[in-house]
């Protein structure tokens, strides 16, 4: 999944899609926000327990696809792609 969520196990995968309306809010405001304000909104959920089965891979692509200023992703199949090549 692309989500960088785990959400092979049905129960982790019903509270990984419970938790996404608590997304909204920050995800409204990343095309204004730096990737460094992105980054501490998104781990503030998830101290707080708002945000429950997710990670780095979650926030990266987040911030990515909702137009973060500077934002990008390295999941691992890139990290893999990009070792191969080199």
């Known amino acids: 999944m692309a989500s960088g ?7 982790t ?3 990984f899609w419970a ?8 995800t409204a405001n990343l095309a204004k926000t730096t990737r ?3 980054c501490r909104a998104l781990q503030d959920l998830i101290r707080h327990l708002t945000l429950v089965g997710t990670g780095p891979p979650f926030f990266t692509k987040v911030m990515f696809f909702f137009g973060c200023a500077g934002a990008h992703f390295l999941d691992q199949r890139m990290v893999k792609g ?5």
Request: glycine share 8%; proline share 4%.
């Open 5 to 11: 969520g785990n959400t092979r196990n049905r129960r």
């Open 13 to 15: 995968a019903r509270v």
């Open 19 to 26: 938790c996404l309306p608590a997304v909204e809010d920050v």
């Open 36 to 38: 460094g304000e992105a």
């Open 82 to 86: 990009i070792l191969a090549l080199r």
